[in-house]
């Protein structure tokens, strides 16, 4: 194994140092800095001249420029020097990449995590209804996606989703056409997910459509959007909601022992809520993570309280409703925080941000800089989702087929299982198998190229860094740049093969 | 594939289940209760593999595939449409307008006089997409755009294929050193991201015309298929006919063009296509950015980039191009995905419930 792993991080390094060289080379020979200034009619011309090209070390030959540069960055990661500065900002790309790897790394990990529960849900659904409308319906969905510009969707957002919501928000009033259309759509989808026989279908159909109107008239008359909130009675009550259906989904409900469990936790939560608005007073990101961590250990205490054979079954999903059921509690305290936010004289009743990471000099308490980060990342995050998704439903849904067709399938169902388990226990973990090799590499391949959608939303991350370097033909910094994004790639490609080996035993590492 | 060739008793077949005798099969694999439900799969599946040769079999999975066919005709009415309407080299254009002439606004705002109602029917008008606002016509620039994103896109899928298909064969087939150092080199291309690349070559290129952006941009896209054709060679020079054209003293060359790429042409074909799809959106991406195709040259990424923020006032100049990207790469996905059904020889079709039943009713009749 070890001896697996050396290897391979070995051919990586050296891979790396190649496609370094590759690059290095493509960038000099592409980009020439001095041609814009050679044509300018700058008076001290000739001292830019001098200066840029003592910077780019452009009285070199590009073969030497990139050993030199090699030299510097091995310096550097031996922990003194700097590996070039660059010709933009004057700044050394080491400090720019600090400022810019945190950007894109925001940008990336929410839309990827998101990225993956939609398609993976979307993807098995689709498989466990093959043939059917909804497959259909999904496909041709997914491939309109998968063929999407990313630079038109993300003018549309911005259109659409920022300037007319923020219009709307001034006076949130759906009008009933739309609230028709969208419970009606929602309706159809739901009946056409729901299989079994017709009456089946229309009849959860139908609950669906007036759930969605009712849920959407309410926000409409109320005016929820001004001042969200869920209370102490909506959070109990999205918990018991959540309980239900993870316990059905992970032991049945026929399981009192586990349905209880969550139940309990979902009590506690509720208990805890008054006082856990005045820890909030004091929230930073640490509290926060510990209040994470003491919800789900409240949900394995649960179930083992309530022991039983499996207790750690329930245990598992108690502390999972505890951990949906604290994002409630979170969500609530964001929505409170939501009026004093919108009615911000930085904001000014336009909360749906379309440039840059954060709302310049807005100053306030935690959850307004929580509020002002999420309302800059929602956009750029759907861009980003709605392109990326498609292809994780296609191969959840592939690998799904795959694996309910296998025999073990066949044999689980012989020995009596009911459907859900055959579904979540046996045939959901295998089918997850595949795309967990596929993950690790998408991260590093999103990582490096989302750089139409920090562009276009001026996040000033790693896409619009190295945009930004090469137009200027500063070769440094799109070295640097790029330096991260490969050893990312290569590592992310070495990652996905462990994990291979390490969830499947038929895959043997020997070196 | 290969029907101008006399049949060979040493050629394998692609298709391993492939049935010259059209013998029922109920005895395997059908439960009784199933017997109707077998009867309407197996007439398909027969029917699908008497006495037809690989091409036929494909074509006929391919022409089954509603969504392929589809957006084949889509596909094909786009090209003639982009081609025909304001010409394109030799062939004349029937449109009134060119794509460099600024002209009279027609409606106030440049709006688009095309109008579809079910009372007047269409009407085109003057400019159908509406006008910029000195007056060129929307529509002459779309389809130049189009024009140029489709060459693009047509050249990297040429190109990379080919550059793909001789990696990924010679290392397949050679193996050895050869194999490590292309597959090394692969790996190294691989490492860098597609828009990087792709962006540092454009900007090499920089306001070039779409024939050498196209050029360029093949030199992007060809890694995967390199793999993918390196391991379909890496099984395929294992079997039986390969040692049977050795012994028959064929040389290599010989063995890879006229033997082992007829078999991978199902891997190859698939893949050309899906990588269409990607080269029209990295095109347009591009230029979009402005690394491709530039002004006073148009594409349709460069056209999305170039109205996007008169987007509140004129939204037509941003739907239009956008519209045609959308078309173009879906097509070519829908193609795809009905190529691959149709190359996959484990792809079984699985009749529809009315097709059953009525395969049902047939037998109860009898």
Same mark, same amino acid.
């Given at each position: ?20 060289? =590759? ?19 700058? /008076? ?57 790897? /945190? ?17 993976v849900t979307v993807g098995i659904v689709t498989a466990l209804r093959q043939y059917s409308s909804f497959d259909y319906m999904t496909t041709f969905f997914t ?25 709307? $928000? ?17 309706? &159809? %989808?739901?009946?056409m997910i729901a299989g079994g ?7 959860? &159909? ?8 009712? %849920?959407?008239?309410? %926000? ?20 018991? !909601? ?26 506690? &939560? ?15 990101? /640490? ?55 919108? &009615? ?8 749906? !941000?379309? =440039? !840059? ?10 959850? $307004? ?24 439903t296609r191969y959840t849904r592939a690998s799904m087929l795959e694996v309910m067709n296998a025999?073990?399938i066949r044999?689980?169902?012989?020995? !009596?299982?009911?459907e859900?388990?055959v579904v979540?226990?046996?045939a959901f973990?295998?089918a ?50 790029? %330096? ?28 | 594939?290969?029907? @101008? ?32 439900a077998?009867?309407?799969e ?23 595939h509603r969504g ?137 290129? @920089? ?130 995905d009905?190529?691959r059904d149709?190359?996959d020889?484990r792809q079984r079709r699985i009749p529809s419930a009315?097709k059953m ?10």
């Open positions: 194994m070890l001896a697996f792993i050396a290897r391979r991080i070995a051919i990586g390094v050296v891979v790396l140092l190649g496609a370094t060289f =590759i690059v290095f080379m493509m960038v000099a020979i592409a980009a020439n800095p001095l041609a814009e200034l050679r044509a300018s009619n700058d /008076p001290n011309k000739e001292f830019l001249i001098a200066r840029t090209t003592d910077l780019l070390d452009l009285d070199m030959p590009p073969v030497l420029r990139y050993f030199k540069w090699l030299g510097n960055l091995a310096a550097y990661l031996w922990g003194h020097g700097t590996f070039g500065t660059s010709i933009v900002d004057n700044q050394a790309v080491s400090a720019q990449l600090v400022v810019a790897v /945190p950007t894109t790394l925001k940008l990336v990990f929410g839309s990827v995590i998101l990225a993956i529960l939609l398609g491939f309109l996606f998968y063929s999407l510009p990313a630079f038109w969707v993300a003018v549309l957002l911005k259109q659409f989703g920022a300037i007319r919501f923020n219009d709307f $928000l001034a006076d949130p009033k759906i009008p009933p056409w739309v609230v028709a259309l969208v419970s009606v759509i929602v309706g &159809g %989808v739901a009946a026989r017709a009456r089946t279908r229309v009849g959860i &159909g139908g609950v669906a459509t007036a759930a969605t109107a009712a %849920v959407m008239i309410y %926000v409409s008359a109320t005016g929820f959007l001004l001042r969200p909130g869920l209370g102490i009675v909506g959070v109990t009550l999205t918990g018991v !909601g959540v309980a239900f259906a993870l316990t059905a989904l992970n032991t049945g409900l026929g399981n009192r022992r586990a349905l209880l469990a969550s139940l309990s936790t979902v009590a506690a &939560g509720a208990a805890l809520y008054i006082p856990i608005q005045y820890a909030f007073l004091y929230a930073s990101w /640490p509290v926060l993570l510990g209040l994470w961590a003491t919800s789900a250990g409240v949900g394995i205490v649960a179930g083992m309280a309530w022991g039983g054979d499996d207790k750690r079954v329930s245990g598992r999903t108690a502390a999972l409703t505890g951990v949906v059921m604290s994002v409630f509690v979170f969500a609530d305290r964001l929505m409170q925080a939501w009026p004093a936010y919108v &009615g911000h004289s930085r904001v000014r009743g336009r909360p749906i !941000g379309t =440039i !840059g990471a954060v709302t310049p000099e807005l100053e306030g308490t935690f959850w $307004l800089g929580v509020t002002d980060t999420l309302t800059h990342l929602i956009l750029p995050t759907t861009a980003l989702v709605l392109i990326t998704f498609a292809s994780y025999d073990y044999t689980a169902r012989a020995k !009596g299982l009911n859900r388990t979540v226990r046996h973990r295998n997850l198998i595949p795309l967990a090799t596929v993950i690790p590499i998408d991260i590093a391949l999103v990582f490096g190229g989302a750089i139409i959608t920090e562009r276009i939303f001026a996040w000033r991350g790693m896409g619009t860094m190295f945009i930004v370097a090469l137009r200027e033909g500063d070769i440094y910094g799109v070295m640097g740049y790029f %330096v991260i994004t490969a050893a990312l790639a290569i590592a992310a490609n070495i990652v996905a093969d462990l994990i291979y080996a390490g969830l499947d035993p038929r895959i043997r590492v020997n070196a | 594939m290969r029907h @101008n060739r006399t049949p060979d008793p040493m050629e394998p077949t692609l298709h391993s289940d492939r049935q010259p005798d059209a013998v029922p099969d109920f005895a395997s694999g059908v439960v009784q209760d199933d017997l109707t077998g009867a309407g197996n007439a398909i599946e027969l029917k699908a593999t008497e006495g037809l040769s690989q091409g036929q079999i494909v074509r006929r999975r391919f022409l089954r392929a066919i589809v957006a084949m005709c889509f596909l094909a009415a786009t090209v003639v449409l982009v081609t025909t309407s304001i010409g394109w080299g030799p062939i004349p254009g029937w449109w009134k307008h060119d794509y460099h002439t600024t002209y009279p606004i027609a409606i106030a705002g440049g709006r688009p006089t095309l109008q579809i109602s079910f009372s007047e029917g269409v009407h085109i008008g003057e400019h159908p997409f509406g006008q910029d606002t000195v007056g060129h016509d929307m529509f002459a620039m779309t389809m130049r755009g189009a024009q140029q994103s489709l060459t693009v896109m047509v050249l990297i899928g040429l190109l990379a294929t080919l550059i793909g298909v001789i990696v990924g064969a010679t290392a397949g087939f050679f193996r050895g050193k050869v194999d490590t150092l292309l597959m090394r080199f692969t790996d190294m291309m691989i490492a860098i991201p597609v828009m990087v690349i792709g962006l540092v070559l454009g900007r090499w290129v @920089n306001g070039a015309s779409a024939l050498t952006l196209g050029l360029a941009l093949a030199f992007v896209e060809w890694m995967a298929m390199s793999r993918l054709v390196r391991a379909e060679f890496l099984s395929l020079r294992e079997r039986e006919f390969v040692d049977a054209a050795r012994v028959a003293g064929a040389s290599n060359t010989r063995i890879i063009v006229k033997h082992i790429l007829p078999n991978a042409v199902g891997v190859i074909i698939v893949n050309a296509t899906l990588l269409m799809s990607a080269a029209i959106l990295l095109e347009t991406a591009l230029s979009y950015l402005g690394f491709g195709i530039a002004f006073p040259d148009i594409s349709l990424g460069n056209l999305v980039s170039e109205y996007q923020s008169a987007f509140s006032q004129r939204p037509w100049l941003f739907w239009w191009p956008g519209f045609f990207i959308i078309v173009i790469a879906l097509c070519v996905n829908f193609i795809g009905g190529l149709a190359f020889p009315r039943a009525r395969a049902a009713r047939k037998l109860a009749a009898r």
